[in-house]
């Protein structure tokens, strides 16, 4: 979604609660993964519009962990 809204809507658009330190924030809400959406994962690596989220994303590939943003919201 971040990638698309930098395409289409304004590129400098910066991410919410999009970091590593979210996920092990919020890990006990986080999903395992399996490879067929690390592979998705992999592909979003590529993105250059998403260069400032590489590491995010490659903690997400290495621990095969997903975190929907929806579960932060239990504790605004």
């Not at 986080?30 to 989220?53: G, I, M, N, T």
Request: with cysteine; charged share 30%; aromatic share 6%.
């Amino acid at each position: 979604m971040l990638a698309r809204l930098r395409r289409e809507i304004v590129a400098n658009i910066m991410p919410l609660c999009m970091s590593i330190d979210e996920l092990k924030r919020y890990s006990g809400f986080a999903a395992s993964v399996k490879s067929p959406y690390v592979k998705k994962l992999e592909e979003l690596r590529l993105l250059p519009e998403l260069s400032d989220c590489y590491d995010c994303i490659d903690y997400m590939i290495k621990n095969m962990v997903r975190l929907e943003q929806e579960a932060m919201l239990t504790d605004m």
